[in-house]
């Protein structure tokens, strides 16, 4: 059985919410403390979290879990160089990585095992989420993509990949993916989950 591994990219300044976004509240918990127990509850040979902004502030939210903390120095260039960085701090093992964000807050174990399932049971090079007319993160991508991510720069986040791989990648519906935290407007959302 292919052994996949996780990468959550949580580095961003978050300067258009003018806030922490790993920091926000879901319930009791952080959002970015949220997706790294997700990610845990499921099979995995390891949970990579790049951090970069805020870094000191969000470390005492998560050091506690079984997670491999991981800084990536040029955060302010774009999310490419956080997908890189993840990557390569992948176990050597790792037949597939799949990547998460911290702002998804529908993103449930239920839903991400039925994504791992789908995933090992495809010969597909990437396996994302479909939601409204995009496809996105949760994705996973299989190992003969590393090199290819390992190559992210700047703002070239893993959708490039999607884009010149279309051909051999399958979506999963998952119209929650579109709800994520971005703009003070957001917060709304946050709080009628957790009400």
């Known amino acids: 059985m292919e052994k996949l591994s ?13 806030q922490p976004k790993q920091l926000l509240k879901l319930g009791k918990k952080t959002l970015l403390a949220h997706i790294c127990e997700t990610a845990l509850s499921i099979e ?3 949970v990579v979290v790049v951090l970069g902004a805020h870094c000191e502030a969000i470390k005492p939210t998560i ?7 991981v800084f990536n120095e040029k955060w302010a260039d774009g999310m490419g160089g ?6 390569a701090n992948l176990p050597a093992e790792a037949d597939g990585v799949l990547l998460l964000l911290c702002d998804q807050p529908f993103v449930s174990a239920a839903f ?4 791992v399932d789908r995933w090992r049971s495809t010969n597909s090079l990437i396996f994302a989420s479909q ?5 996105g993160p949760p994705a996973i991508f299989s190992k003969k993509l590393f090199p290819e991510l390992t190559t992210l720069t700047g703002q070239q986040g893993a959708k490039k990949l999607m884009l010149s791989h279309q051909s051999e990648m399958a979506l ?9 935290i971005d703009i003070p407007a957001d917060l709304a959302l946050l709080r009628r989950i957790t009400s």
């Open 112 to 115: 991400l095992k039925n994504l």
């Open 82 to 87: 956080s997908v890189s960085c993840g990557i």
């Open 63 to 69: 050091e506690h879990l079984p997670v491999q903390l």
């Open 172 to 180: 999963i519906d998952f119209p929650e993916g579109e709800k994520d």
């Open 131 to 135: 939601y409204g007319s995009s496809f």
């Open 44 to 46: 995995n040979q390891g």
């Open 6 to 18: 996780i990468v959550i990219l949580a580095a961003g300044s978050s300067s258009r919410l003018g």
